[in-house]
């Protein structure tokens, strides 16, 4: 587990930090509330905040980034304050001081005054959909009509963690393989349009009859570096062409049932979208929005519309009394392990904790399955890559020689 670094304040009003190892940030402040201190600042080690000569930097690379980095840390310091008493347009001010980023920073201070306006926080959230998303909103709406506003904070701050460490994994994961693909491609292509014409004019003199394999990348060559530009136009069209199909909704349909039937990919696309779901739905219901409207919210955190529809079905289904297992038993889309343990806790009562249980299943399964993945596709990466590379050293190598047995 990670190790954080944390200030806290106890009654009389002493400051205290030190380390502690947690799962979340958000268990270090439950932990720091249980011994009767209030938190401050909770940070993982190995993150803690840079220089403010770097927050121009910051800001110009963040437009890159998702908006994450910034509301992760917002929603975290206004759940540590609204736990500590803090009335939330203090709470505000406070988080308004310490914010780095400028457009950011901008946001939060008018947040800040549509609150000391009279306007409820909702409202002025869902103002922003770029940093604050639909279920974000529900959930704050929810904790604002029930009066556990600190609650909905924190199990937001838990929520977006949680993606956020997944989403992080599935990066990570995918770094290795993408950097090698990169370099093993530019290394063929300096050595069949760079390397091989050298050696083509010096054959070509010699009259020398080559062997298949050298006179087969010669020809790849000398096609590649005489019609590049036909190359080009027809990887060109064959991009526009696939992105205009997968535009059109049979086009998308067929992709997103292409994403969950693949090998390997496949199921690991099913466990991270069940996770999701999962994660989603529970959260909402356990803030306290009704769970038609929690669906509603949890359908559209799916880019896969197969999936979307199932959603779509399930509510359908309880709204005319049913439940929520059935049609998606019969979507065939969630694993049965997911179903049952759903329907488990549609029967005991306890929905929204089975979600949550759920979400950490297949959640440690989709981390499994990525470094299985992984384990399997960089050997065969590295063997596809260093047999091309081979072939063509290979080849040089023979038809250089082969002129040894010319006659001088």
Do not use: C
Request: charged content about 20%; aromatic content about 10%.
């Amino acid at each position: 587990m990670p190790i954080f670094k944390y200030e806290a304040s106890d009654q009389e009003g002493k400051l205290l930090s030190g380390d502690m190892e947690a799962k979340t940030s958000v268990a270090v402040i439950d932990h720091l509330r249980q011994l009767n201190l209030y938190p401050i600042r909770v940070t993982e080690e190995g993150e803690a905040e840079k220089s403010l000569a770097a927050a121009d930097v910051r800001e110009i690379f963040s437009r890159f980034r998702g908006k994450a980095h910034l509301v992760i840390p917002f929603t975290i310091q206004i759940a540590t304050m609204l736990d500590s008493g803090v009335p939330l347009d203090r709470a505000l001010t406070i988080v308004h001081e310490v914010v780095l980023d400028t457009r950011f920073k901008e946001i939060v201070r008018k947040i800040r005054g549509n609150i000391q306006a009279g306007k409820s926080l909702a409202d002025t959230l869902s103002e922003y959909p770029r940093y604050f998303s639909p279920l974000y909103v529900s959930i704050v709406a929810a904790g604002e009509f029930g009066g556990f506003l600190e609650v909905s904070f924190r199990r937001l701050a838990e929520y977006l963690e949680e993606e956020e460490r997944l989403k992080s994994q599935v990066k990570s994961a995918m770094i290795y393989p993408i950097l090698l693909t990169i370099v093993g491609g530019v290394v063929v292509m300096v050595l069949l349009t760079f390397v091989l014409p050298r050696f083509t004019g010096i054959f070509e003199d010699l009259g020398q009859t080559l062997p298949t394999s050298t006179a087969i990348l010669l020809s790849v060559s000398q096609f590649i570096t005489s019609y590049w530009w036909l190359l080009l136009f027809f990887l060109i069209l064959s991009v526009l062409s696939i992105r205009g199909y997968l535009g059109t909704e049979p086009g998308r349909y067929q992709w997103d049932r292409m994403k969950i039937t693949l090998p390997l990919i496949g199921d690991l696309n099913k466990k991270i979208a069940v996770s999701r779901f999962s994660r989603t739905l529970g959260t909402l219901i356990d803030s306290g929005v009704p769970i038609l409207q929690a669906l509603l919210v949890a359908k559209e955190t799916f880019q896969n519309q197969i999936f979307a529809n199932a959603i779509q079905e399930v509510h359908d289904s309880l709204r005319e009394g049913e439940s929520i297992a059935p049609p998606l038993r019969e979507r065939e889309v969630f694993p049965p392990m997911a179903i049952h343990m759903i329907a488990v806790g549609e029967e005991t009562g306890r929905l929204s904790q089975m979600l949550l249980k759920v979400a950490d299943a297949f959640e440690n399964e989709a981390g499994t399955a990525i470094k299985n993945m992984i384990s399997l596709i960089e050997p065969l990466m590295i063997l596809f890559f260093g047999g091309l590379v081979g072939f063509v050293v290979l080849s040089l190598l023979l038809a250089i020689t082969s002129l040894n047995e010319l006659p001088f």
